[in-house]
């Protein structure tokens, strides 16, 4: 006869174990201890064997007799409830150990020799920022692209759209290296795609002649310290990016061969990259050199010489200048590569040799393949053109 929650609650221990039978090989064991444990009896291979459910109350009937019924495929597959069982909490032990923040620090760290630092902390603190807090406990597994959009809607809402597409982006990539290592089935992100609104991008805005003119002038009568103003009017000559120039060596330097050699770790597209000095760019560096030239930075910072200028120097000095901040023309220091890139092309260069100057990334791979040139004496001319136009622009207006 069945068992009933009345008859399990009111059986009493005696001097040995008492078995009260449920049905189809489930029985309750009572021992003389008191404890009430729930059993299966069940045959593999003509041998039989016993299940440990569970123990009553912590597992009741209905819930006894639920995993009687689950064991019972098993069973006719040869395979034994316990060893199920153990195969279960092995498989949860690892989906545990596997969260997401586990896995996403697993790829980071991984990919970090790879990028910059500026780029490693953008990554790291923007996750830690958005992402783990809601989901990095969570088995990887778990996480829907449900999670993934709540989480991409508040990052936008809060005027971040950029940052959201980044964490689409990395959270994507985190998914695809959890599959690639067995720990995950899919990438949810991947169905994210264009969830979030692209804002539109605001180009560094390029001087005309006329006010390159007029930064010459104000650069001139500019009050600040002397190495700021060297700093503006190198980025006007070599048009690199701000933070190659703010985190420039002294080591990277070759005055005698008019060259700076920068090294692929502290470059964008991770290859190492040549500017030519035009004479007055190699003017200005040993001018430099005699104010700089005692410590490894061509331009520290002086609060700690030991970190470079901050990019906020060189816009503060621009928006001192007027060139920068509220009703300026909206110019920031990124803005001298615009310009060279503009004039450049008016003065009639080959936009392979801009291109190449800029140390910007072929977009047709195929042609990248066979496009290797350095056009290095090219560039040394243009570099030299592009100097000597800046000084004569200047001097028109003197005699104007």
């Not at 994210?192 to 180009?203: D, F, N, T, Y």
Request: hydrophobic residues 40%; aromatic residues 8%.
């Amino acid at each position: 006869m069945p068992l009933t929650d009345a008859k399990i609650r009111n059986a009493k221990p005696g001097d040995k174990p008492l078995k009260l039978t449920d049905g189809a090989g489930l029985y309750l064991e009572v021992r003389p201890t008191g404890a009430k444990l729930w059993r299966l009896r069940y045959r593999i291979d003509g041998k039989e064997n016993v299940f440990a459910v569970g123990s009553y109350p912590e597992i009741g009937l209905a819930e006894a007799r639920n995993e009687r019924e689950r064991a019972k495929p098993l069973i006719r597959q040869g395979i034994h409830p316990s060893h199920n069982r153990q195969a279960e909490r092995l498989a949860t032990s690892a989906a545990n150990a596997n969260t997401f923040e586990a896995v996403a620090r697993e790829w980071i760290a991984k990919k970090a020799p790879g990028w910059t630092p500026y780029y490693l902390r953008q990554v790291e603190n923007f996750m830690a920022a958005d992402v783990f807090p809601f989901v990095g406990k969570l088995p990887i597994r778990n996480v829907s692209a449900a999670h993934l959009l709540e989480i991409l809607n508040r990052i936008e809402t809060r005027g971040a759209a950029t940052v959201a597409l980044l964490v689409r982006q990395w959270s994507s990539a985190i998914f695809r290296y959890a599959v690639a290592t067995l720990r995950a089935d899919n990438d949810p992100a991947a169905a994210l795609k264009g969830a979030i609104h692209r804002p539109k991008v605001q180009h560094h805005k390029p001087l005309s002649r006329e006010q390159i003119v007029e930064f010459s002038k104000a650069l001139e009568q500019y009050g600040g310290y002397r190495t700021t103003v060297i700093a503006l009017r190198l980025m006007l000559l070599t048009f690199v990016r701000t933070v190659e120039l703010r985190k420039a060596e002294w080591s990277e330097f070759d005055l005698e061969r008019a060259e700076w050699r920068l090294p692929a770790e502290r470059m964008k597209m991770r290859e190492p990259h040549i500017v030519p000095l035009s004479r007055q760019a190699v003017e200005l560096l040993r001018e430099l050199h005699t104010h700089t030239g005692g410590r490894p930075l061509l331009f520290p910072n002086y609060r700690n010489p030991n970190e470079c200028m901050t990019a906020t120097t060189l816009n503060r000095a621009l928006e001192r200048m007027g060139f920068n901040g509220k009703g300026s023309i909206g110019f920031s220091a990124h803005g001298f590569r615009a310009t060279a890139s503009t004039m450049l092309n008016e003065m009639g260069f080959r936009s392979d040799v801009i291109e190449r100057q800029l140390a910007h990334a072929e977009r047709n791979k195929v042609r990248a393949s066979y496009n290797q040139a350095e056009y290095l004496e090219d560039r040394r001319q243009m570099m030299q053109a592009w100097a000597d136009r800046i000084d004569e622009m200047a001097l028109d207006e003197k005699c104007a």
